[in-house]
């Protein structure tokens, strides 16, 4: 489908079953072949099934392309919905189509696997308001590549990004898509002084690792993203693309869209790839058509196999089947099947809300065939408890309830759940506050709000599941974020580079909590169980374990204003248990008046909380403590 160069030129391929003519336009083999007056172009050739498609001798590379569409209800150019890349020399929606060879690109991550689901870390981010290397420029995927080495060296081993195809609004989330094979021009780079400076950290970071690339390599926008992959994996992280099926859209004003793309009169319905149900501002394809559901599972696939995604993240899809009642639960179970045959280690995760189990079940169960799914017990649990902290010593605080959400419910296995304290919908402004905000709303650099923080950062790390950390949440970003590129609501880097000293604390206690999860295989295990509640006193204990071989590990976690002293708690044996982790020793680090263990505890006590000995224990005010056996 679509333009493809090949030997000699290039095929196009289209889906117009209500066209009364469709013509290939463009400079094409260096000839100018846009409409005139009487000449509409290269007249494509139409099959019984109601696809366009013809050849064009000599096309080359970087030339630019459209289709001239004459329909029942009007003529005039589409945009290829298969393009790979649109120009950035117009202003979209009016942009040209660009050939591009997927070959040409020299990939250098032949020796990376996809992490087990098991072992996931991800660290979510919207490459527009990331980061920009140029202050003031909106981020691009370059921009994302600079941030590579800190990535690293944060522990993160999944980068997930929010949407990165053509959206139709100057700025966005990116869930407005509008050209699904087309990476967002507004986060390419196409200035070749720019380009230069950004081929420095290309070659730093691809190091020896051969072949070599140069400026024409990191060219074309489609590269740029080929370029981030690459050396992600080069330096140990996946990339997971997050994709929107449950609608597109909206089109006002653009005429050139995917929206009544043959040209045809009526209603939505008759758009060809579309319903007359709308979402969010867009409208819902149409997925009982067998080409519609291709279109969609085509662009799946295509991320895996031009970017090498590692995996993709699908919006809503709870709306998608609640759009498409008829088709929908069955269109997922083809797309997460053919997608695993593509790529069987690659990680599918859905988002459906209520949380339902079935769609993390195999399709020959009944089930949708995705691999995991959004999870929200912890992050409703935990914001709340930090919540009702912030009201002061005498509120009431509800440990239960954050316990409640220390498994996934309803999955057969912890890691089919996503887990976050904060993501791109809960933080967007408007929204929810950030967490060092909602643990003081009054001053988000208090120790209030740096102490609590750290337990619902240290919660998110300490538990089952897949832990989600959405962007700046690591150096206690305190404010809402939004999708302007140019905003005062882009995460704050000048801090972290200027030394904010709350900032660089925060930043190592989570590099360091990262570590501990990679090295103590207990907090990545699937088991849990909470032994000791205690609302009054704002404490809670667990004990997490590896099945069959041990590596007992006890975190403990007190939301207290106060430091509690020899704290009574169960252990599971006997004997002198290490201090593996104290968040208290990160405020203001190294922390003069740390409330700790001096390295130890021994469980020398007698019986308690089900367990044979017990231990005197020193808890710091809103603290989380690792202790391993």
Same mark, same amino acid.
């Given at each position: 489908?679509?333009?493809?160069?090949?030997?000699?030129?290039?095929?196009?391929?289209?889906?117009?079953?209500?066209?009364?003519?469709?013509?290939?336009?463009?400079?094409?083999?260096?000839?100018?072949?846009?409409?005139?007056?009487?000449?509409?172009?290269?007249?494509?050739?139409?099959?019984?099934?109601?696809?366009?498609?013809?050849?064009?001798?000599?096309?080359?590379?970087?030339?630019?392309?459209?289709?001239?569409?004459?329909?029942?209800?009007?003529?005039?150019?589409?945009?290829?919905?298969?393009?790979?890349?649109?120009?950035?020399?117009?202003?979209?929606?009016?942009?040209?189509?660009?050939?591009?060879?997927?070959?040409?690109?020299?990939?250098?991550?032949?020796?990376?696997?996809?992490?087990?689901?098991?072992?996931?870390?991800?660290?979510?981010?919207?490459?527009?308001?990331?980061?920009?290397?140029?202050?003031?420029?909106?981020?691009?995927?370059?921009?994302?590549?600079?941030?590579?080495?800190?990535?690293?060296?944060?522990?993160?081993?999944?980068?997930?990004?929010?949407?990165?195809?053509?959206?139709?609004?100057?700025?966005?989330?990116?869930?407005?898509?509008?050209?699904?094979?087309?990476?967002?021009?507004?986060?390419?780079?196409?200035?070749?002084?720019?380009?230069?400076?950004?081929?420095?950290?290309?070659?730093?970071?691809?190091?020896?690792?051969?072949?070599?690339?140069?400026?024409?390599?990191?060219?074309?926008?489609?590269?740029?993203?080929?370029?981030?992959?690459?050396?992600?994996?080069?330096?140990?992280?996946?990339?997971?693309?997050?994709?929107?099926?449950?609608?597109?859209?909206?089109?006002?004003?653009?005429?050139?869209?995917?929206?009544?793309?043959?040209? &045809?009169?009526?209603?939505?319905? %008759? @758009?060809?790839?579309?319903?007359?149900?709308?979402? =969010? $501002? #867009? !409208?819902?394809?149409?997925?009982?058509?067998?080409?519609?559901?291709?279109?969609?599972?085509?662009?799946?696939?295509?991320?895996?196999?031009?970017?090498?995604?590692?995996?993709?993240?699908?919006?809503?899809?709870?709306?998608?089947?609640?759009?498409?009642?008829?088709?929908?639960?069955?269109?997922?179970?083809?797309?997460?099947?053919?997608?695993?045959?593509?790529?069987?280690?690659?990680?599918?995760?859905?988002?459906?809300?209520?949380?339902?189990?079935?769609?993390?079940?195999?399709?020959?169960?009944?089930?949708?065939?995705?691999?995991?799914?959004?999870?929200?017990?912890?992050?409703?649990?935990?914001?709340?408890?930090? &919540?009702?902290?912030?009201?002061? %010593? @005498?509120?009431?605080?509800?440990?239960?309830?954050? =316990? $409640? #959400? !220390?498994?996934?419910?309803?999955?057969?296995?912890?890691?089919?759940?996503?887990?976050?304290?904060?993501?791109?919908?809960?933080?967007?402004?408007?929204?929810?506050?950030?967490?060092?905000?909602?643990?003081?709303?009054?001053?988000?650099?208090?120790?209030?709000?740096?102490?609590?923080?750290?337990?619902?950062?240290?919660?998110?790390?300490?538990?089952?599941?897949?832990?989600?950390?959405?962007?700046?949440?690591?150096?206690?970003?305190?404010?809402?974020?939004?999708?302007?590129?140019?905003?005062?609501?882009?995460?704050?880097?000048?801090?972290?580079?200027?030394?904010?000293?709350?900032?660089?604390?925060?930043?190592?206690?989570?590099?360091?909590?990262?570590?501990?999860?990679?090295?103590?295989?207990?907090?990545?295990?699937?088991?849990?169980?909470?032994?000791?509640?205690?609302?009054?006193?704002?404490?809670?204990?667990?004990?997490?374990?590896?099945?069959?071989?041990?590596?007992?590990?006890?975190?403990?976690?007190?939301?207290?204003?106060?430091?509690?002293?020899?704290?009574?708690?169960?252990?599971?044996?006997?004997?002198?248990?290490?201090?593996?982790?104290?968040?208290?020793?990160?405020?203001?680090?190294?922390?003069?008046?740390?409330?700790?263990?001096?390295?130890?505890?021994?469980?020398?006590?007698?019986?308690?909380?089900?367990?044979?000995?017990?231990?005197?224990?020193?808890?710091?005010?809103?603290?989380?403590?690792?202790?391993?056996?």
């Amino acid at each position: 489908m679509g333009g493809n160069l090949v030997a000699g030129g290039a095929t196009f391929r289209v889906w117009a079953p209500g066209a009364r003519a469709v013509y290939i336009n463009g400079i094409l083999g260096g000839t100018d072949c846009w409409k005139k007056d009487t000449e509409p172009g290269l007249l494509l050739q139409k099959d019984g099934a109601g696809f366009w498609s013809g050849f064009f001798a000599d096309a080359k590379e970087g030339e630019p392309y459209k289709y001239y569409v004459v329909g029942g209800g009007s003529s005039g150019y589409k945009r290829d919905p298969y393009a790979r890349e649109l120009g950035a020399d117009q202003p979209f929606p009016h942009c040209n189509c660009i050939l591009r060879q997927p070959a040409a690109y020299p990939w250098h991550d032949g020796a990376f696997v996809t992490p087990d689901y098991s072992n996931m870390i991800v660290y979510q981010a919207h490459v527009g308001t990331f980061y920009s290397k140029v202050p003031g420029n909106g981020g691009t995927f370059l921009d994302v590549v600079e941030k590579i080495e800190y990535l690293a060296a944060l522990g993160i081993n999944v980068l997930q990004l929010l949407p990165v195809d053509e959206f139709e609004t100057q700025t966005s989330l990116g869930y407005n898509g509008s050209d699904y094979f087309s990476p967002d021009s507004r986060y390419g780079v196409t200035d070749q002084t720019a380009l230069e400076g950004y081929l420095e950290t290309v070659k730093r970071l691809l190091g020896n690792a051969g072949p070599a690339l140069n400026i024409d390599h990191i060219r074309p926008i489609p590269n740029q993203v080929k370029v981030l992959v690459d050396l992600c994996h080069l330096h140990g992280i996946a990339v997971v693309f997050d994709v929107v099926y449950n609608h597109a859209g909206g089109f006002d004003g653009d005429d050139e869209s995917i929206f009544f793309w043959d040209r &045809g009169s009526g209603d939505n319905n %008759a @758009s060809l790839y579309f319903t007359d149900k709308g979402w =969010a $501002g #867009g !409208l819902s394809f149409a997925l009982w058509k067998q080409e519609v559901r291709q279109f969609l599972i085509d662009n799946a696939l295509f991320y895996r196999r031009e970017f090498h995604a590692d995996g993709l993240r699908y919006d809503e899809i709870s709306a998608l089947v609640a759009l498409n009642q008829n088709t929908g639960w069955k269109f997922c179970q083809d797309l997460t099947g053919t997608v695993r045959y593509a790529h069987d280690r690659g990680l599918q995760n859905a988002e459906f809300w209520p949380v339902n189990p079935d769609i993390v079940k195999p399709a020959a169960w009944g089930g949708a065939g995705f691999d995991v799914t959004q999870h929200d017990g912890l992050r409703t649990s935990v914001r709340q408890a930090v &919540g009702q902290a912030s009201a002061g %010593a @005498s509120s009431a605080v509800s440990m239960d309830a954050v =316990a $409640g #959400g !220390l498994y996934p419910g309803g999955l057969s296995v912890p890691w089919q759940g996503v887990a976050c304290v904060e993501n791109h919908d809960e933080v967007f402004s408007g929204r929810g506050a950030r967490i060092p905000h909602l643990a003081d709303g009054s001053n988000s650099r208090s120790f209030w709000a740096r102490s609590r923080s750290r337990v619902a950062t240290g919660l998110l790390l300490t538990v089952p599941g897949i832990p989600q950390i959405f962007m700046g949440q690591e150096f206690l970003e305190d404010k809402q974020w939004n999708d302007d590129p140019g905003g005062a609501n882009r995460i704050y880097w000048g801090g972290l580079d200027a030394g904010d000293k709350s900032m660089v604390d925060f930043l190592r206690f989570t590099q360091d909590l990262i570590r501990l999860r990679w090295t103590n295989g207990a907090l990545r295990s699937n088991s849990i169980h909470v032994f000791h509640v205690h609302n009054d006193n704002r404490v809670l204990a667990f004990h997490r374990w590896i099945e069959g071989s041990g590596r007992d590990t006890i975190v403990v976690v007190s939301l207290h204003d106060q430091p509690l002293y020899n704290y009574q708690l169960g252990m599971p044996y006997g004997g002198r248990w290490s201090e593996a982790f104290n968040s208290d020793v990160y405020d203001q680090w190294v922390n003069p008046y740390v409330t700790g263990n001096g390295g130890h505890v021994d469980a020398n006590g007698g019986p308690m909380h089900g367990f044979g000995q017990s231990a005197s224990v020193n808890i710091p005010p809103n603290g989380i403590l690792v202790f391993g056996g």
